[in-house]
């Protein structure tokens, strides 16, 4: 009797920690889907894109602390900078020159050393034999009158979108890629690209500014002119019906990659995750607006 009250004791205790477990794994997803903190997941791809350009010092050392957590935390494979600044950009040589975990690849709006060019093709490598590209093009071609550099710019977006073969396909540019609210402003400079970007499924568009209003008259100092203008890094998705501008943050954005969606986090100068968004592979979009704390 004493034996078979032994036995009943032991899986008593044994059915309770099972169930404590389970409770306690199903608080953790739970956690995962609602307080917008970023996930960790071994297969996925991640990344952060951040508004290069001259900032304050202080203002600069807490966006380079945050971006360095970040990185380390989650392993970030890459940063793209937008800047118009290039490899010579302030914020990533301080980043690389002072954070160990930043010393990882940054890819930059402006040409990259010995391509002659202002744009070219990334392709990153995701697991189960998907791929993204991200396409950085010269966006300052589409602030002024038609060029011939632009010209050979869309002739070469168009045939590299068409040859693409990837699942994720972003484009990246310092200038906004349409009109503010709807108007007229600005407008002719931007429907070549959009009308591409719609043709051969772009999924989305990064960028330092939001759109044409907050662009300056050619000559002024656009980077410093902060009182006027929207600054980055802005999200934009791409569908058949219009460009969705993100909200900005004055801080970065944590991108997670897999076959089948494609995460942004919005962290602000104090490590916090204020926007969540999500686009899925079949077009579908889902935003989360709360506040989250970022740990």
């Known amino acids: 009797m004493r034996e078979h009250s032994w036995v009943c004791t032991l899986v008593t205790q044994i059915l309770i920690c099972s169930v404590l477990f389970i409770i306690i794994k199903i608080g953790e997803t739970q956690n995962h889907v609602f307080d917008g903190r970023p996930q960790r997941r071994p297969l996925d791809v991640l990344f952060l894109s951040v508004l290069g350009g001259h900032r304050r010092v ?37 980043a690389t020159g002072h954070f160990q975990s930043l010393n990882i690849p940054w890819y930059s709006t402006k040409t990259l050393k010995g391509h002659g060019v202002d744009h070219y093709l990334k392709q990153v490598k995701i697991p189960y034999g998907t791929t993204l590209d991200l396409i950085a093009v010269n966006s300052g071609l589409f602030q002024g009158p038609p060029t011939g550099a632009r010209k050979h710019q869309l002739i070469w977006l168009t045939k590299t979108l068409k040859e693409s073969i990837s699942d994720w396909r972003v484009v990246v540019g310092f200038h906004p890629v349409s009109a503010c609210n709807g108007t007229t402003h600005g407008r002719e400079n931007f429907e070549d690209q959009h009308h591409i970007f719609l043709r051969y499924g772009v999924n989305l568009y990064l960028s330092g500014l939001a759109c044409a209003e907050y662009v300056q008259k050619e000559g002024a ?48 100068l104090r490590g916090e995750v204020v926007e969540r968004s999500e686009l899925q592979q079949r077009g579908e979009e889902v935003m989360y607006l709360e506040n989250f704390k970022h740990e």
């Open 58 to 94: 202080e203002e600069q050392f807490l966006l380079i602390k945050q971006m360095a957590k970040v990185t380390k935390v989650y392993n970030a494979q890459f940063v793209v900078n937008i800047s118009e600044l290039g490899e010579e950009d302030p914020l990533a040589q301080n």
């Open 221 to 268: 100092p656009l980077l410093n002119n902060t009182s006027k203008m929207e600054k980055g890094p802005y999200l934009i998705s791409v569908d058949k019906m219009s460009l969705h501008h993100k909200g900005r943050v004055n801080g970065f954005l944590l991108h997670r990659v897999s076959p089948l969606e494609f995460v942004t986090y919005v962290v602000n």
